[in-house]
């Protein structure tokens, strides 16, 4: 595909019955009201949120999509619920996402992801509305050896030092298997989305960088930061939510394009965190913070860039906002909101200004 810097086309999404596991997280969230806009009937699968604020409260998504709060380990409140919602298209976000917490709590990041997975999976073989699926894992899925400087392809070894990244790598290797065995002689056609890092406003996720700098800035606090020179492929959360919908679209028309994309900037476009806090200070105007790597911390990769070319080449996927101006929006929708504008409409300007609806 030539046609670089492709949207993602209402035509397609008008009326269309969506699936969407994960919607009151935070790429969820920015996820269903794209959806929305282009006109998509969506329905919800996932836990309460777990933060307070959260994107999903805030923007008042209730109103605007059907929600169903169900844990993805039930698999039988699951199954009953995909079959009810009968959808063409579904999207896979629900996770236990965070790195460090999965250290506190392996058994729970194995159990909702990996099994989470196969039971959304099994309901999908019983589901004959079903047309095409995103599966969404993460950049951490690779075999990442510490010394490795290239960027990741999607054909590289699967593995995770971490239960979160050997969660997520272990997904891949379920979603394989269920299409191969059962989705792909039911004419279901399903991908993998691994995503790098994503900004954004609406974050209020532990362990997150941009979100802990204003937590800090808004109380007056300095910004601890742990890893200064840690590397990672930062994008603004649109980046990827276009990737999604471009892939659901693509599959539909192509099946042969299943299997697994990166999405992400270039490897040469990767940013150290001091990098995207420089840039987060300059954009906030004030804020101090405390460089105090802590060699305690657990394992996590110093280096991480992805090789984006399949979804380029494939899907047309060129990102349209660089780091900067990726960073300058997700500090302007923080302090928007803190002056009282509301989420959603915040979301809706960027969408608008992204080019979200043609």
């Known amino acids: 595909m030539e046609d670089l810097d492709l949207m993602p086309t209402a035509a397609f999404w008008r009326g269309r019955r969506v699936l969407l596991t994960g919607h009151t997280g935070f790429k969820g969230a920015w996820l269903a009201q794209w959806l929305i806009m282009l006109g998509a009937k969506v329905t919800g699968i996932a836990l309460p949120p777990d933060t307070s604020p959260n994107l999903f409260a805030a923007a008042r998504l209730q109103e605007l999509l059907t929600s169903h709060l169900c844990d993805l380990r039930d698999a039988a409140t699951l199954r009953a619920l995909v079959a009810a919602s009968e959808p063409e298209i579904v999207f896979h976000l629900a996770a236990q996402a965070l790195v460090r917490r999965s250290y506190r709590e392996p058994v729970n990041t194995f159990d909702t992801n990996v099994m989470g997975t196969v039971h959304l999976l099994e309901a999908l073989r019983y589901t004959p509305s079903v047309q095409a699926a995103v599966v969404v894992t993460s950049d951490k899925v690779y075999r990442n050896d510490a010394v490795r400087h290239a960027p990741f392809k999607e054909t590289d070894p699967l593995g995770g030092h971490d239960p979160y990244s050997a969660s997520k790598a272990a997904c891949e290797i379920v979603v394989a298997s269920y299409r191969d065995s059962f989705l792909r002689e039911q004419g279901v056609v399903v991908a993998t989305a691994r995503a790098g890092n994503v900004i954004g406003g609406g974050d209020w996720a532990e362990d997150r960088l941009i979100p802990d700098a204003i937590k800090a800035w808004l109380a007056g606090d300095a910004l601890k930061i742990r890893k200064p020179e ?129």
């Open 230 to 358: 840690a590397l990672r492929p930062w994008q603004h959360v649109l980046e990827p939510a276009r990737g999604y919908l471009l892939l659901a679209e693509q599959i539909a028309a192509r099946p042969g394009l299943v299997g697994a994309y990166n999405f992400g900037p270039v490897a040469e476009q990767a940013a150290s965190v001091r990098t995207v806090v420089d840039l987060a200070v300059a954009a906030y105007q004030k804020g101090e913070v405390v460089y105090a790597e802590d060699l305690s911390d657990p394992h996590e990769a110093q280096w991480l860039a992805l090789d984006p070319t399949r979804a380029r080449i494939e899907l047309g996927l060129e990102a349209r906002w660089p780091l900067k101006q990726a960073i300058d929006r997700t500090i302007g929708w923080y302090r928007a909101y803190a002056e009282g504008r509301c989420a959603r409409a915040l979301c809706e300007s960027d969408l608008l200004a992204y080019g979200a609806v043609r």
